[in-house]
């Protein structure tokens, strides 16, 4: 050139990544609705540790109403609350008027055992009966290391906290991309950096995102769990929070390789919804699977291996204690080599589509363009 | 310099540029017209490497362009786009150093530009809420933010006030003058005949015409000159290879078969008294432009 002008080094493919990633996450942080939404996200998962340790704590007694020497007999348990009642009216008339759950009274048959007689109102009182029952000795073979309802629990709370972030910061990145092509500046940015880098820095932008949004919530759950004393259960729920978020990190690219991809096949905001709704389904199946099979082992193990699922599914068969400790790790492979292979084919379909404005390209077109 | 070579590109079985080839030189403020449809956005985006040409080539001082050269351009694309939620100056910052500006410079740049373009009180606003005219004028920021040594601009002016055309114009022959190719699409052709030295017209995938202004007006001008005196005029009627077109007593307008006729008219306005002007009719943009496209 005949003049002098500044000469500027053209940025690495590393540094375009990171100034479009660096765009993406004050662009975030700059919105309100995102805000909101990761506030009442975190409130929630707070709320419902607390929520938990209350229920645990405050378990109140059952009460009875104990009629002459059945006390003895309901003494014995401690499990219940004791009115005493002199007469045995006065102890139907409790149980009437919803004082007591149920009243003992002793029995006037001879042939009773335990020389007692439960009255309730309206149908028999099963944790009476039981508490006051004579058991038989039980020997369990292979105890199960946790309980049925607790794992059903966990499971549904990875599953909603998968579903929550995958859908948000997915439709996230397909709204930034057709903004991005929908106001044009797309080629502004075509024009100076590399669409790869380009996809790569809205990727990872987002998945930085979301992971610590994910490592938000597994922190406040786990400060939550030992602060409320339920230290026990965060020592059964503590791996598996971590192997999600390990999980969470590489299937989140994965999908958001997917929701970039999807998105730009379309111009308008008003298209993504449709655009992307295949990726939404590949997102809620982990979550419906782990709520209706979390006591079925088998498909717990497909879904552990499946690259969609695996971010719900092992952490879950993690908790159980069903996983060898080589699982996680083969099966995280699994999910980062699919990860790649669908970064490449997206990243494909994104540079194709993404001139292209108008109707909707079809995969066909975006893919062999 | 910039070199345009052979560049043909289809969508599909359509053709829509057919061995396109045109320079961009240094320091020159090239117009590139055409109608709508004509290819010059496509030219642009190959210009800028967002297309790839099916053939063809486009050079800087003779060798090939390549990816890290497109930063050293400037593009303003045909359909404009900003980050509508991103605050003005913001925007042109991160496209700054997204050309490979330091934040230092890249802040340097932005603020000058901002004042030169009259943004300055605009540059923490969001660029959904600026006027239309203001967002143009950001638009342009953007394409010159990073120190370009090249400029391709498709449609700098539409959508600008008199007032803001005036002082895009400026900028741009600023940045001509200091040596930079600069090129520019308009339908504007009073402002391309005012602003370019050089001049392309496209139309349907072909160039049509190429070259310095003047040199085209030279060669669509017709032998038609127009003279005033101080006396009257209709003696020129008679004059031999003289067919005169328009007559009203100092002034009058006529076709000269050979230069020689032309020139016998103006010694004999000369001898008889004063000539007050004499001068070859030249054709406008809009004529040369109906003319090579039709």
């Avoid at chain 1, 397909?174 to 380009?198: D, G, H, N, P, Y």
């Avoid at chain 1, 978020?245 to 096949?265: C, E, H, I, K, R």
């Avoid at chain 1, 099979?293 to 969609?308: C, E, K, Q, R, T």
């Amino acid at each position: 050139m005949s003049f002098t002008r500044p000469v500027h080094t053209a940025p690495t493919f590393a540094q375009s990544v990171w100034l479009v990633s660096n765009r993406e996450i004050t662009a975030r942080l700059r919105s309100k609705s995102f805000l909101i939404a990761t506030g009442i996200l975190l409130l929630i998962s707070v709320a419902s540790v607390v929520a938990g340790s209350l229920v645990s704590q405050n378990e109140s007694l059952t009460k009875v109403a104990v009629v002459g020497t059945a006390i003895s007999v309901v003494e014995q348990t401690e499990a219940f609350d004791i009115v005493e009642s002199d007469t045995v009216k006065g102890a139907e008339a409790l149980v009437r008027d919803g004082t007591v759950d149920a009243a003992v009274v002793p029995s006037n048959s001879a042939d009773s055992l335990l020389g007692i007689t439960v009255i309730a109102l309206d149908s028999a009182p099963i944790d009476v009966l039981g508490t006051l029952s004579v058991r038989p000795d039980v020997k369990i073979l292979d105890p199960a290391e946790q309980d049925g309802f607790l794992a059903y629990l966990v499971a549904i709370g990875f599953g909603i906290i998968f579903l929550m972030s995958a859908t948000t910061f997915g439709a996230t990145i397909a709204q930034s991309v057709v903004e991005e092509k929908q106001t044009r500046i797309v080629e502004i940015l075509m024009s100076t950096i590399s669409v790869r880098a380009l996809l790569a820095g809205k990727v990872l932008g987002n998945s930085l995102m979301a992971f610590g949004q994910i490592v938000s919530i597994g922190l406040l759950v786990s400060i939550g769990l030992a602060v409320t004393g339920q230290r026990v259960l965060l020592a059964d729920v503590g791996p598996a929070i971590v192997w999600f978020a390990v999980f969470f990190a590489f299937g989140f690219v994965l999908l958001a390789a997917l929701y970039a991809a999807t998105a730009s096949m379309v111009s308008r905001q008003e298209d993504v919804g449709s655009a992307t709704s295949p990726v939404l389904f590949l997102v809620m199946i982990p979550y419906f699977l782990v709520i209706f099979f979390n006591d079925n082992p088998l498909v717990l193990a497909i879904m552990s291996y499946v690259p969609f699922s695996a971010p719900v599914g092992m952490p879950v068969r993690i908790f159980l204690g069903q996983a060898e400790w080589w699982e996680p790790v083969l099966s995280l492979i699994v999910l980062a080599l699919s990860t790649m292979v669908v970064i490449l084919i997206g990243s494909r379909i994104y540079s194709n589509a993404l001139l292209r404005m108008g109707a909707r390209v079809s995969l066909r077109e975006a893919l062999h363009k | 310099m910039l070199d345009i070579r052979g560049v043909t590109k289809s969508y599909g079985t359509r053709e829509v540029l057919t061995d396109v080839s045109f320079t961009v030189g240094d320091g020159r403020m090239t117009g590139f017209v055409g109608a709508n449809g004509a290819g010059k956005t496509t030219t642009m985006r190959i210009i800028l490497g967002v297309l790839s040409p099916d053939e063809g080539t486009v050079l800087i001082d003779g060798v090939p362009v390549t990816a890290s050269d497109r930063r050293r351009f400037g593009y303003m694309p045909e359909e404009r786009g900003l980050y509508p939620k991103m605050k003005v100056a913001e925007q042109l910052v991160y496209l700054a150093r997204l050309h490979g500006l330091s934040p230092a410079s890249a802040r340097r740049n932005t603020d000058d530009l901002l004042e030169r373009l009259g943004l300055t009180a605009r540059a923490g606003d969001t660029v959904e809420s600026l006027s239309l005219g203001n967002q143009q004028r950001a638009q342009i920021a953007a394409a010159l933010v990073h120190d370009p040594e090249f400029l391709v601009l498709d449609e700098p002016f539409s959508g600008l006030d008199p007032l803001a055309v005036e002082v895009v114009m400026s900028v741009l022959a600023g940045y001509a003058a200091q040596g930079a190719p600069v090129l520019f699409s308009s339908h504007q052709l009073d402002i391309v005949e005012r602003l370019c030295d050089d001049l392309v017209i496209i139309a349907d995938g072909e160039i049509r015409a190429n070259g310095s202004r003047e040199a085209l007006r030279e060669q669509h001008s017709s032998p038609r000159f127009e003279i005033r005196t101080a006396g009257d005029t209709g003696w020129i009627r008679s004059e031999p290879g003289i067919t005169v077109i328009d007559f009203d007593g100092d002034f009058a307008v006529f076709e000269a078969e050979t230069d020689a006729a032309s020139q016998a008219v103006l010694h004999r306005a000369v001898a008889l008294g004063v000539v007050h002007t004499f001068s070859q009719q030249r054709p406008s943009l809009a004529t040369i432009f109906k003319e090579v496209i039709a």
